[in-house]
């Protein structure tokens, strides 16, 4: 057992699981990331694993079919696919954004529709937010649903869905007239069922195609454009129009803890594939790990998948404790994504020219490295929401 991302105090229960899916990731995704990030191949034999496994429903409750995991159980499971390829953790990761949200705001009818079929992975959902002029500035969305007797129609274009076109469901936040001064209350989230796949894939929806990337490749990211496209009232998530936002931003929170767990799993590998390399590399007579260079190099990067693995696991604690978590959740998502780029940046440099070659993985994990530090929000958008936070809870009283 490595020293690394050790977590205290999990049950019996937590363990094994992590124990399964440490061996699956061992057996079934390492050996065969290289060659299906290269190709850029959708990795449909370990989705089905994972579907055998359970994993897609590890946080739905059992009531709905699932296992009834923790937030915290969920991010050491990301932290662990991650570790193997991140492209396999994108697969789930919207997925159990979406399913928590249901799971958390969803009407009782809109439970038993979704989450059954959620948890075998038969549905599996995407989560849009993005559109092409804007990231960030939610509040700005254009995207519009107007209300057209007891359906809606739907106008406007999203960006960068992950799984856009490999998922059947879509959580979606678009503009409605809610008549609301605040932008944001003028906000709703619907819950769009599609066929799997690309073109026009449902009236009044179109995902184009695959957008290409510099990395985090298998896994699909594309557009969707919608035009005229009508969908019932009864989609609307919680029947509640208007508090889309505040359904997103709960989601979002998980997802800031997701891409902290899959930092904190690249950053582990890396870490792996120095420490092994420098222990096997050799220069003026011995080992470059005995150079105290080199050395320093792995003490500061352990260092560095320590303390953001601890700030991960301490976030997702949070959420499952109920509380608050928004400036913690930040403060884990920056510090990981920024130590996942410096900790693959110098397992890179510690493989010298090898580093640069597509034989080794690390060349894969330095492509990867840099979309967390953009995903669920920049980190200066995290700075934002961490220093807001804190000014509220240490207001001046003077």
Known sequence: MARLAQTAGLTDIQSEILATVRSFVDKEVIPHAQELEHADTYPADIVEGMKEMGLFGLTIPESY??????????ALVVEEIARGWMSVSGVINTHFIVAHMISRHGTEEQKKHFLPRMATGE????????????????AAIKTKARRDGDDYVIDGAKMWLTNGGSSNLIALLVRTDEGAEKAH??????????????GEVAPGLTIPGKIEKMGYKGVDTTEAVFDGFRIGADKVLGAAPGKGFAYMMDGVEVGRVNVAARACGIAIRAFELAVEYAQQRKTFGKPIAEHQAIAFKLAEMATKVEAAHLMMVNAARLKDSGARNDVEAGMAKLIASEYCAEVTQEAFRIHGGYGYSKEYEIERLMREAPFLLIGEGTSEIQKTIISRGLLREYKSRG
């Open 65 to 74: 079919g699932g296992l009834g995991e923790s937030l915290l159980t969920y």
């Open 123 to 138: 549905v599996r959902g995407s989560f849009s937010m993005s559109e092409p002029d804007l990231g960030s500035d939610v």
């Open 185 to 198: 209350q003028n906000l709703t989230t619907f819950l769009v069922e599609k066929p799997e796949g690309f």
